[in-house]
């Protein structure tokens, strides 16, 4: 099998490179999943959420991270917004997810933001079950699209292998013994 192009870090992109670096990296190998988050320096969730990405693209090098200034991706984005995680996969936006919600109550945390991701099937993960569960807030499983409280409505898209919540464990049902991010 041919190796897998790898990743590990969160790479700074501006609007100029945004096509580059996202778009076009997702089409890479087959389909790459490219995790964006649009930050804002004025944001403190924005700072928790830089913590976990760059945890997040160590442990799972198989999937780019990338982060861009929200203002600077979409101007007139407002910081309430932010952070948001913008999934993309074979050249278009899967998913967007807006605001902390979807990750429990309180401050994201490292393995909800993770099971979030696995759930839309962007990466694997060795957690059983998920670590929001019994949370006041928790969204399982849901995504938004557009700008929160424009009425955006729900955005969801399956891609890769069937499935999605359960307690399937990184590694079940894979042929292959890498940690490679391969949905």
């Not at 959420?49 to 007139?76: S, W, Y």
């Not at 993309?88 to 309180?106: C, D, F, K, P, R």
Request: net charge negative; with cysteine.
């Amino acid at each position: 099998m041919a190796s897998k192009r790898r990743f590990g870090s969160v790479t700074e992109c501006d609007r100029a490179g945004f096509l580059v670096e996202v778009t076009e990296a997702s089409k890479e190998g087959g389909g790459t999943w490219v995790v964006t988050q649009l930050y804002s320096d004025k944001a403190p969730a924005s700072r928790y959420m830089d913590e976990i990405i760059a945890l997040l693209a160590r442990n799972h090098a198989g999937t780019k991270f990338v982060r861009i200034k929200a203002q600077e991706c979409i101007p007139g984005y407002p910081d309430k917004n932010v952070p948001t995680l913008i999934l993309y996969h074979n050249g278009i936006m899967a998913s967007q997810l807006v605001g902390t919600g979807e990750y429990g109550s309180g401050a994201p945390t490292k393995d909800a933001v993770e099971w979030v991701l696995y759930q839309h099937h962007v990466l694997k993960t060795e957690l059983s079950e998920d670590p929001r569960a019994g949370m006041a807030g928790s969204m399982s499983g849901a995504s938004r699209g557009g700008y929160a409280g424009t009425g955006g409505g729900k955005m969801t898209m399956a891609i890769g292998r069937g499935g999605g919540g359960g307690s399937r464990r990184r590694g079940e049902d894979d042929e292959d013994e890498d940690d490679e991010d391969d949905f």
